[in-house]
């Protein structure tokens, strides 16, 4: 629907197999999962509620994140992927959110909560709540997370908070040559009625576009 050419990582092959798939591809989206990060990799003794980790899954996310940062390839992160990415950039997570707002509502739940967006984030840009807004924009978003970021990681920042709680809905990068976009939320669930989420992927593969007919006129040049 965006216009992108999806490309499956297997979590079940050598490192060595996965980076030849990896490195055919122009961008990188980290899915959700039912499992969570395991709370070692932020140097944190495990709470009760933390479900078990996805080594393979893991190892995948870390190959596709250390190939995407460092040949800027564009990011986007959906719910555990947003808490991956945070991770592996030095963050931390709430490993389980305490809060009177359901944030793991789940599928069955169009709508579970609203986000406020940062004004003036690439994410108020991508979903049309206008880059140069007065104030933050409240979008309706589905989800389904226990977890959440806690202390932001490096290069990223805070774009959108749940306004009831503070709790972090999305983080985006800092450097301006780089796209990378996490939410905590499920766009992928809502793309058929709600022009925002689509706008999310088109985002993806706009980016991946640009980086990629760069890259072919920088080879045709040499």
Not at 8 to 21: H, N, T
Not at 120 to 132: D, E, H, M, Y
Not at 150 to 158: F, N, T
Not at 164 to 181: K, N, Q, R, W, Y
Request: overall charge negative; hydrophobic content about 40%; charged content about 25%.
């Amino acid at each position: 629907m965006a216009g992108g050419e999806p490309v499956r990582i297997p979590l079940d092959q050598p490192s060595a197999e996965v980076m030849k798939l990896i490195e055919r591809c122009d961008a990188v989206l980290l899915p959700g999962s039912k499992a969570d990060v395991d709370p070692a990799k932020y140097a944190a003794p495990r709470a009760p509620q933390t479900a078990d980790a996805d080594s393979g899954r893991d190892t995948v996310d870390e190959l596709l994140l250390q190939d995407a940062y460092h040949m800027r390839k564009p990011i986007l992160g959906i719910c555990y992927g947003l808490q991956i990415l945070n991770v592996y950039r030095s963050g931390t997570l709430i490993q389980h959110i305490e809060s009177a707002i359901n944030h793991a509502a789940g599928r069955k739940v169009a709508v579970a909560h609203t986000v406020e967006v940062e004004p003036g984030s690439k994410l108020a840009k991508i979903a049309g709540t206008g880059a140069k807004a007065p104030s933050s924009t409240v979008v309706s978003v589905n989800s389904s997370h226990h977890q959440a970021a806690d202390v932001v990681g490096d290069g990223l920042r805070v774009v959108a908070r749940s306004p009831h709680d503070g709790v972090i809905e999305a983080l985006e990068g800092t450097s301006p040559d780089h796209f990378v976009l996490a939410v905590q939320w499920h766009p992928e669930r809502s793309v058929d009625e709600d022009e925002s989420s689509r706008a999310i992927f088109r985002a993806l593969v706009d980016a991946a576009r640009v980086r990629h007919e760069k890259l072919a006129g920088e080879f045709e040049s040499v």
